[in-house]
């Protein structure tokens, strides 16, 4: 289900769609408003959902697990053109085991010699995030050095449950997501929180708060993608941790994992039954979808009206470099 907030005012004249595009078009106040929708109503949704997928985070590659008969099948493939990949990155792997009711641990694995490294018997945590340098790994109930402890328990959060964690790519960030939508912001060290981002996720049903379901850094580490278990998604800035721009238009199923390109022009994100989404990102991109929306540059007049807080700009004059 789409899910769109407005701005506290009343919609005026109903709902127009534009010829010929995926674009919702609603008047509210004195203001149109343009929802592309091309990514929720034409994404390649499949009846079969995944059991699991997840992004590597480079962005690189997809991983899916898929059940079949009485197994499971695992699949990697590349992100750009989705192509089956044969070979699995990365040398360990750190899992978390429900090994009977209330009893959980943890494990350490050579992927390289299919081998047990290490067991973290006093892990307590189902949300893992290892730390670029693989020194550290961050649960949603507690603190590990790799790769064979000390275990520490850990408080990330303001008294909810964290539901996503991420590392900034240098490990100088941490990110800890909670069920109640809020962001948790930490330094590397996991010793000073930086800051809380607020949650601005539109109210889901019944009033229900939307948690966060997957979170990730760009490679600069400047700015934060946050994504909910009803399908929302932004972009954050992380130094004035403000948001930018509004939500991403996505299927609207909860989003299970998210990574960006390694020039962070284009963000992934991974859900049930539409394993693959690609958003680009960059200014020069929106600037494209806003002049081919508009047809035309807007008149020093025109920008005055609508923008009279910025200086004039003809951002869509093909004639000039922008």
Known sequence: MFRHPLNGQLLYG?????????????LEGST?????LGAALTAPWSSHPLDNALLSPDGGTLA????????????LRDTHDGHLLRTLPGRTLVASRTR???HRSGEVWNTAR???AAMLNDLDSIHLAVRPDGRLLAG???LTELPSGPVTRRTLSQGEQINA???????????????TGRVALWDGTLRHRTGVLPNLFPAAL??????????????????????????TLQLWDTATQQPLGGNLTTPGEPIRSLAFSSDSATLYATSDHTPLQRYPITPSHAITQACTRTGTTLTAAQWHLYIPDAPYHPVCDTRRPH
Do not use: C, I, K
């Open 64 to 75: 899916t697990a898929e059940r079949s008969g009485s197994g499971y099948r695992f699949q």
């Open 100 to 102: 009977d009711l209330g």
């Open 165 to 179: 964690l991420a590392f900034s790519p240098d490990g100088s960030r941490m990110a800890a997501g909670d069920m």
């Open 140 to 142: 949603d109930m507690d």
């Open 206 to 231: 019944g009033d229900t708060p939307e948690a966060v379901n997957a979170l990730a850094f760009s490679p600069d580490g400047s700015t934060l993608a946050v994504a909910g278990d009803s399908g």
């Open 32 to 36: 149109v408003h343009s929802l592309d």
């Open 114 to 116: 299919r081998s047990r």
């Open 14 to 26: 109903g709902l127009a769609w534009d010829p010929g595009l995926p674009v919702l078009r609603y």
